[in-house]
């Protein structure tokens, strides 16, 4: 290829791609790959996935992008493997053993303190995580050599089932909220028993409206022709189905996408609303809130 050819144009192209992120392959390297099988000028996800994790990976393409705190903020559903018997350094099959314990829980033993782990719960995150200490991500200072302190965290856990039991393995499920370590929790939870342990497999089965229902494999999306991949995308209004939708005419719209306020009319026109988005034809319009029977825009969601 000619050094001085012109890269293929960047596409103002909105939409989520719901990813099922592969066995070991980063969050952001997924992102990138997406980006560039569209020629898209502007993506990024909602919610890290661990390299060595499966599973939902929303990613926000172009206008897409100003909707990523509403998937972000949802949610999570995650299966996870137990492996008994052993901890790591990384509390995963990543990282190097640090302690063991012949200790393995009856099935009975681990339901029995499950209701411990769910509620309003505190945990200390991983060393080897994303957390910012002092400036620095904890991983890059874990790797240093540094001995690190990770600041203890309340998370909420919503459900916590026991899947299945073997000696060596179980399998859970979680429902919690933004914030939560499964690698934490998977180490507490053997610790409480009287054992050790780590992640041996994990996967995201849901991350606010998105499941595995919507998923589509990369190897599936990077196969497709581009035509096809386009259509693989859901539309920008995906992620915002959880807050009140503001249906607008022609002239509405086109004050709005303005920026100006927008008079809501009707018998059924709200008054107040916290937050709330505005349509026309089933298409985004804008993120914002009604105020004495205004919506008033705070974020404008372009036509694409």
């Known amino acids: 290829m ?30 990138g790959k997406v980006r560039w099988l569209l020629s898209a000028r502007k993506a990024g996800h909602a919610g890290t996935l661990d390299p060595l994790a499966t599973g939902i990976l929303p990613i926000a393409i172009g206008e897409a992008t100003k909707t990523v705190p ?3 903020d949802g949610t999570k559903i995650y299966q996870f493997d137990l492996v008994w018997g052993s901890a790591t350094n990384t509390d995963d099959i990543e990282g190097e053993v640090i302690a063991t314990s ?8 681990i339901q029995a303190v499950l209701p411990d782990f769910t509620g ?26 540094e001995q690190v302190e990770m600041p203890p965290r309340e998370v909420e856990i919503d459900r ?9 393995r179980s399998r859970f499920e ?8 499964i690698r934490a929790l998977a180490r507490d939870i053997a610790e409480t028993l009287g054992s050790k342990g780590h992640v041996g497999a994990l996967h995201r089965g849901q991350v606010g409206q998105f499941s595995d229902e919507d998923a589509i494999d990369l190897q599936d999306f990077e196969d497709a022709e581009p035509e096809m991949r386009d259509q693989m995308l859901l539309p920008v209004a995906a992620a915002l189905s959880d807050l009140p939708e503001i249906c607008l005419d022609a002239r509405q719209t086109t004050t709005l996408r303005h920026g100006n306020p927008v008079l809501l009319t009707g018998a059924n026109a709200p ?11 089933g298409s985004a319009v804008a993120i914002g809130f009604v105020e004495q029977g205004q919506f008033k825009p705070s974020r404008i969601i372009l036509p694409h």
């Open 2 to 31: 000619n050094p001085r050819q012109k890269k293929s144009p960047k596409r103002d192209i909105s939409g989520w791609l719901i990813l099922n992120k592969p066995y070991d392959f980063g969050s952001t390297q997924a992102v």
């Open 70 to 72: 509403f998937v972000q």
């Open 102 to 109: 012949p200790h393995r829980p009856a099935k009975e033993d």
């Open 120 to 145: 309003v719960i505190t945990q200390i995150p991983p060393i080897y995580s994303a957390i910012r200490i002092k400036g620095e991500r904890a991983y890059d200072l874990a790797r240093s050599g």
């Open 160 to 168: 916590f089932e026991l899947l299945e039991h073997g000696a060596e």
């Open 174 to 181: 979680v429902e919690c909220a933004k914030g939560t370590y």
């Open 271 to 281: 008054i107040e609303l916290e937050e709330a988005w505005a349509s026309h034809k």
